[in-house]
Structure formats: structure tokens, C-alpha cells
């Protein structure tokens, strides 16, 4: 069964600490796993889309690891700030078929981070 | 930056009733999604959109949802005759290729009553 677990469920973090989430994924055949930032109320924001070769990608103070061997996955934060308040949410796409660049979108459950000033 | 629009952002309707919910995707883009997330719940996917028909649709979406793109600009889909568990948040998305990031709309918030 195709299925993205994140954890932790929730994590709180003073401002200006690191963290890191986690995501875990049993998706087949694997196209490509992206991370989204939810703000309350409004609709996800991709931060980070990775295809099976990449190991490691950043964006700004955000920076995903890939590890398709294990089917792991992570989303670093540096120097957390007060608007990263949100929830993380690691997708994964499933390949449709060969040579189809559609493939459908499996969701985790997100991790709510909390950032106290 | 472009955006996706939804619209309503909260629609409320009575059990039984028929309810369209409206998106206006980023103009160049050619994949078209919907998507629901239940409260508490992950976001679920429901179909995708391409070339003026349905490319692939999940087991949520069943023969009260469909989906139509009535013009150049607008995305619609449409819930036959509503239950109460239709209850939801509804997200539109689009792609300008299949394999790249989505861009999502706010959502409508659709309550059944």
C-alpha cells in the first residue's frame, strides 16, 4: 500500500534553533518527493521537489535529503523564524507509467511546527 | 507571482444539493488537480486533468464528483448531490508539466448541513 508517514507529529522550537522533520515513504514506483509549507487556513506552498538521483536540495534556509535506497526523507530548517510556524508536509508521487511525467500525489499526514520567540 | 484562485472560499449547502466549486488556474499551466483534506486529516487526492480530460481519478472521486474546464480559464468540480461527509476543505492545483510543482489555490471550505 502506498503510504508517506512523517514524524514527529508536532514539534515546538525556539527561534533561531535548527530542526529537522522526518518522512518515511513505501510509494511505488517512486517519481519524485517534495515537501510543502501549509500556513493555517491557506493552501500548500512547495519549498523542495526531488527526483530519484538527488540526494540533497535547498531553498534558502530550507535543505531536503533524499534517500531513495532506504525510502527516507528530511526537511532541515536553519535559524528558525517566527513565520515558519506551519505545517510540513512531505508528498510523494508515484510514477504513472513509462515516459509519463504525471504521476499521482501521496500526502503525509505534515509535522505542525511551532516557532516561540 | 501568478496565483491560483478559488472561489468560494467557504460554500455551505444542505445534504442533497448540488455544489460547484470553482478554481481559476495559473494561466500557462496544463494539469489541473483537485484535492480535499478533511479536519485533522492529510490532503487527499481526487483527480487530475489534462488535455480536456480526466487523467486519473482516485477512489473518493465516484460518479456524484465531476470535473469540467467549461473555458479557457476556469476549473470546476462538481458534487452531485452532497452528503454529509463531503464536509471539507477543497483544494485546486496546477502544473505547467505533470512532473513539476503544484501550485495550490486557498481552498474552498465546504460545510454539508
Known amino acids: 500500500k502506498n503510504q508517506v508517514e512523517q514524524s514527529p507529529q508536532s514539534l515546538i522550537i525556539l527561534e533561531g534553533k535548527n530542526c529537522t522533520l522526518q518522512?518515511?515513504?513505501?510509494?511505488?514506483?517512486?517519481?519524485?518527493l517534495r515537501w510543502y509549507k501549509q500556513d493555517t487556513g491557506r493552501g500548500p506552498v512547495s519549498l523542495t521537489i526531488m527526483t530519484f538521483s538527488e540526494n540533497t536540495k535547498s531553498n534558502g534556509r530550507y535543505t531536503a535529503t533524499l534517500d531513495a535506497d532506504t525510502k527516507q526523507s528530511s526537511l532541515h530548517i536553519t535559524a528558525s523564524q517566527l513565520s515558519d510556524s506551519a505545517s510540513y508536509i512531505c508528498v510523494v508521487s508515484a510514477r504513472r507509467g513509462r515516459g509519463s511525467t504525471l504521476g499521482r500525489l501521496y500526502f503525509g499526514r505534515g509535522t505542525q511546527l511551532t516557532v516561540w520567540p | 507571482e501568478p496565483e491560483v484562485t478559488q472561489t468560494p472560499s467557504h460554500q455551505v449547502t444542505q445534504m442533497g444539493q448540488e455544489v460547484i466549486l470553482r478554481c481559476v488556474p495559473i494561466s500557462n499551466h496544463l494539469y489541473f488537480y483537485w484535492y480535499r483534506q478533511i479536519l485533522g486529516q492529510k490532503v487527499e487526492f481526487l483527480v487530475s486533468f489534462y488535455n480536456n480530460e480526466i487523467s486519473e481519478k482516485s477512489e473518493i472521486f465516484d460518479d456524484q464528483f465531476s470535473v469540467e474546464r467549461p473555458d479557457g480559464s476556469n476549473f470546476t468540480l462538481k458534487i452531485r448531490s452532497t452528503k454529509l461527509e463531503d464536509s471539507a476543505m477543497y483544494f485546486c492545483a496546477s502544473s505547467r508539466i505533470g512532473n513539476q510543482p503544484q501550485h495550490f489555490g486557498d481552498g474552498t471550505r465546504l460545510s454539508i448541513l
Open positions: 518522512c518515511n515513504y513505501t510509494v511505488s514506483p517512486f517519481s519524485n
